[in-house]
């Protein structure tokens, strides 16, 4: 590896900073964090030239974090230029950033431990850095990586550390600093202090506000639409209603015909009460019924093989029970109607434009090179499928929202004079409760569920079991600090825990990966105490990797390992069956005022039929409802609600009650888990 040596001066005043894309699924965070700034951004990918980037007017540069690895690669292998380190610009390395910072100067190793740390940690900061002018010498931050700076370049200084590891670092005189947390996301609650001190070392100028990216995009949205009718798909969220009312304004409303696809997904009566709410600031909906078209539609899903991708069919919707062949037939669904309303209705395709409330969060966990280049792809989303990808490279797809996050969709909804109600309204995915099905014909159980079933039993029972270490124990030792250790075993003399690991997979997110692993379920006949159910919930995925979300179930102690399934399948019946839970939840939130102080609440379904005595062999009939509680501001990070302190847990209580008398359900489970490691919805 080639050394970092002299600086190379700019020779025109900086007016942006370079985001160089190692594939983060938080790269469009850092892009949002420093706009907010009121700094433009320039997001190229990490393999840029020296070249390439000295063509902007580039005041500092961040690369961003990565699904990469370089414990398995060298610098040159990964097609990153070293010469941008001689720039003369300020550097920022955020997780493999850093990794690669440290790899670039002799004596820098990244290596694999055998521990991960995959949530929020508390790291000591050096006060007297630059970067954290201004700062308290502790601060929580998001750590998500697998791989670790195990030895730093003599030319490196270290300025930050977790119990585990060197958290931070910089070339001393030469503005190039590493850290291996996120400042970018929520789950950082100081970063964006980092952010600003480090605009503050680029010298650049904030001028770049919401109000001239908004002027900038309606100019956008005149010029790709010249003479053009456009056709919105508007699901009643606030994604699709400010896109259509941005439309409006852009375009005017005569050219803007506004189309409400029924899925058979929606919540109870979800699609009236979007025709009123819509109609009552302006836009008159076309509402199509289209539920037997999803149920029985099929798409084509693409394979890949090592030098290209092939195509095989799916099976009907109401039939299949992989997540992401369910968001795929549904997306290309949406696209088959809409293109049967353009024939029905007579128009010229040619002349016709297909609109959608795309934001930037969506294309980043689809994987989509229109955000990323390198991006893992987490989930695909509905608006990102082939045949969307496929419409948009004809130019015949046109979203005004793409560069957004969900809270700047909400304040340009402001400035567009949209009612408060529905800026604020909690998201629904375009899919709707499809997706909030965990649908599935067996039990998951892998060679390592008996293993991972007893781990979770020693997790729980730490105090007695470290006197007769199980011989993967060091499996908990080796990913818990001491003070983690004291605490659980603490907690673990009373002994209480019961562990359940469930036989089904849930989606997450993890060291910018997708995972699609178990889910671990918590119970006791004493009632919750939610400190000890939320520390399990941030230990657990560190210590079994193949669990990527952490559940209490309420009500007694399960006292009967799951080991079977109910077959499940988006049919009436059982969309039916979560469609009531729903109403429960949203009925008990509006009653107690408490719909604004989430971000979110899925409310999912699962085919977990809890309580079932093996030595009686009854058959797995019932399924069971989980609350899935959701604070966040960027949607790409986020926690879940701690009972007694953003809502009471009477309130719980409450639709625990309500939902435990409908028929056919077995438990109500509780989602303690942050994202990452898991995702905001279950699929």
């Known amino acids: 590896m080639g050394r970092v040596m002299n600086d190379v001066s700019a020779s025109e005043e900086p007016v942006a900073v370079a985001i160089l894309d190692a594939g983060s699924q938080y790269g469009k965070v850092i892009d949002r964090r420093i706009r907010e700034q009121q700094v433009n951004t320039v997001v190229l990918p990490l393999s840029v030239s020296l070249e390439e980037l000295t063509g902007h007017r580039i005041g500092g540069i961040i690369i961003s974090g990565g699904p990469g690895s370089l414990s398995a690669a060298d610098v040159p292998e990964i097609g990153f230029d070293i010469n941008i380190l001689r720039m003369g610009v300020p550097v920022l390395g955020i997780c493999y950033g850093m990794q690669l910072i440290n790899a670039c100067f002799d004596g820098g190793k990244v290596e694999k431990t055998l521990s991960r740390e995959d949530g929020q940690y508390e790291v000591a900061i050096d006060t007297s850095s630059p970067l954290f002018k201004g700062m308290a010498a502790k601060q929580t931050v998001l750590l998500t990586h697998g791989d670790s700076c195990t030895t730093i370049g003599p030319e490196l200084t270290p300025i930050a550390w977790s119990e585990a590891i060197v958290s931070g670092v910089t070339v001393p005189g030469k503005h190039i600093y590493g ?97 009123k709410s819509l109609k009552d600031i302006g836009i008159d909906l076309h509402v199509f019924n289209e539920a037997l078209t999803f149920s029985v539609a099929s798409t084509r899903i693409p394979v890949k093989l090592p030098d290209h991708v092939i195509y095989r069919p799916s099976g009907q919707l109401n039939r299949t029970t992989h997540p992401e062949e369910k968001r795929r037939i549904i997306g290309d669904c949406f696209i088959k109607v809409y293109n ?135 499996r908990i030792t080796d990913s818990l600090s001491a003070s983690e250790q004291q605490f659980l075993d603490t907690m673990t003399q009373k002994s209480h825990w019961v562990s359940t690991l469930l036989p089904i997979q849930s989606v997450g997110v993890q060291g910018d990966c997708r995972t699609y692993s178990y889910c671990a379920a918590f119970s006791s006949d004493q009632p919750p105490n939610w400190v000890e159910l939320f520390f399990l919930a941030k230990i657990v995925p560190r210590c079994c990797h193949n669990i990527n979300r952490v559940t209490y179930v309420f009500g007694p102690a399960v006292k009967h390992a799951v080991s079977e399934v109910t077959p499940t399948y988006l049919e009436k019946p059982v969309v039916d069956l979560l469609r009531m839970a729903d109403d429960q939840v949203t009925a008990v939130l509006r009653s107690e005022n408490c719909m604004s102080k989430l971000s979110q609440m899925p409310v999912v379904l699962i085919p977990v ?58 438990r109500v489970l509780y989602d303690l888990t942050s994202k990452p490691p898991a995702t905001t919805e279950w699929e």
Not at 240 to 269: Q, W, Y
Not at 409 to 434: C, D, M, N, T, Y
Request: proline share 6%.
């Open 179 to 275: 850290v291996q947390f996120h400042p970018e996301v929520d789950l950082t609650p100081n970063g964006k202090v980092i952010f600003r001190n480090f605009i503050s070392i680029c010298g650049i100028k904030p001028s770049f506000t919401l109000q001239s990216r908004l002027k900038d995009t309606i100019t956008a949205v005149r010029a790709q639409a010249g003479n053009k009718t456009v056709l919105c798909l508007v699901s009643g969220g606030v994604d699709s209603t400010v896109c259509a009312a941005l439309l409006h304004k852009a375009i005017g409303k005569e050219r803007v015909i506004p189309i409400h696809i029924d899925n058979g997904f929606m919540r109870l009566h979800e699609s009236k009460l979007v025709e």
């Open 340 to 474: 049967s309303i353009v024939v029905n209705r007579k128009l010229d395709p040619e002349s016709i434009l297909l609109a959608q409330g795309t934001l930037r969060p969506d294309l980043i966990e689809s994987g989509s090179t229109y955000a990323s280049a390198s991006a893992d792809a987490i989930k695909t989303h509905h608006n990102d499928t082939d045949l969307v990808r496929q419409m948009r490279s004809q130019g015949k797809v046109i979203e005004p929202l793409k560069d957004f996050h969900k809270d700047e969709v909400r304040l340009i909804g402001a400035e567009l004079k949209l009612a408060s109600a529905i800026i604020q309204r909690h998201p629904f995915p375009g899919p709707g409760l499809a997706i909030r099905i965990l649908c599935a014909e067996t039990a998951y159980t892998q060679p390592d569920f008996c293993e991972t079933q007893t781990l979770l039993k020693h997790i729980v029972s730490y105090h007695t079991s470290k006197a007769r270490p199980y011989h993967l124990f060091n």
């Open 609 to 666: 039929h809890f309580d079932r005595d093996p030595f009686k062999r009854l058959p797995s009939t019932k399924r069971s409802v989980v609350l899935r509680t959701f604070l966040t501001r960027d949607f790409m990070t986020g926690v879940p609600a701690q009972p007694n302190k953003e809502i009471s847990e009477a309130v719980f209580g409450k639709m625990v009650t309500n939902i435990s008398r409908i028929p056919g359900v077995s």
